[in-house]
T-cell receptor, first 117, second 114 residues
Framework: AQTVTQSQPEMSVQEAETVTLSCTYD???????LFWYKQPPSRQMILVIR??????QNATENRFSVNFQKAAKSFSLKISDSQLGDTAMYFC??????????????FGKGTLLTVNP | DGGITQSPKYLFRKEGQNVTLSCEQN?????MYWYRQDPGQGLRLIYY???????QKGDIAEGYSVSREKKESFPLTVTSAQKNPTAFYLC?????????????FGSGTRLTVV
């Protein structure tokens, strides 16, 4: 079974600064998808960014980017120019390449990020 | 607008009662999922369904039941056999062949045992 580990239960950052959230995962698969989800105080889950393991290039979405290290099984999220609205719980998630019933998302336990003014 | 609707937003259950949480989607997604969220535990999969009239147990299915009679609907029943049902429940859906897009989530139901 796949496992996802987020080693930082809580982090804080000053507004406009950069912060990196860590995620590691354990799998024997070669092809898979990785995701970062954001859950603000409203508790609505929002997809932030996704990465396909067979793509070498790190994904980027505006102020959000990832550092995907396949050999190290690491998938960190960098938030640049942090904004107060980035305050949320962030979840890293893993999905095996779908086949049969293999389309389940496995989540880490989350990192609570607080952006301070 | 397409999306997933979960109801009610808050639900209170007495000891020994069964309660049903509603999840409806108008995204024409094939697969639907139920997750349970507890503080410090992340999201854990309860049940999932890929097609109508078919569903599979997730990692923590004990004390829960589901049905999938329509593509749009995937209700979750929390039975009296679930010993610790107080939690936040999230429903999600995804499209066949578009799993790399991740899931779309509902806004959740907070269940409290009183």
């Amino acid at each position: 079974a796949q496992t996802v580990t987020q080693s930082q239960p809580e982090m804080s950052v000053q507004e406009a600064e950069t912060v990196t959230l860590s995620c590691t995962y354990d799998t024997s698969e070669n092809n898979y998808y990785l995701f970062w989800y954001k859950q603000p105080p409203s508790r609505q889950m929002i997809l932030v960014i996704r990465q396909e393991a067979y793509k070498q290039q790190n994904a980027t979405e505006n102020r959000f980017s990832v550092n995907f290290q396949k050999a190290a099984k690491s998938f960190s999220l960098k938030i640049s120019d942090s904004q107060l609205g980035d305050t949320a719980m962030y979840f890293c998630a893993f999905m095996k390449l779908p086949g049969g019933s293999n389309y389940k998302l496995t989540f880490g336990k989350g990192t609570l990020l607080t952006v301070n003014p | 607008d397409g999306g997933i609707t979960q109801s009610p937003k808050y639900l209170f259950r007495k000891e020994g009662q069964n309660v049903t949480l509603s999840c409806e989607q108008n995204l024409n997604h094939d697969a639907m999922y139920w997750y349970r969220q507890d503080p410090g535990q992340g999201l854990r999969l309860i049940y999932y369904s890929q097609i109508v009239n078919d569903f599979q147990k997730g990692d923590i299915a004990e004390g829960y039941s589901v049905s999938r009679e329509k593509k749009e609907s995937f209700p979750l029943t929390v039975t009296s056999a679930q010993k610790n049902p107080t939690a936040f429940y999230l429903c999600a859906s995804s499209m066949w062949g578009r799993y790399n897009y991740g899931y779309t989530f509902g806004s959740g139901t907070r269940l409290t045992v009183v």
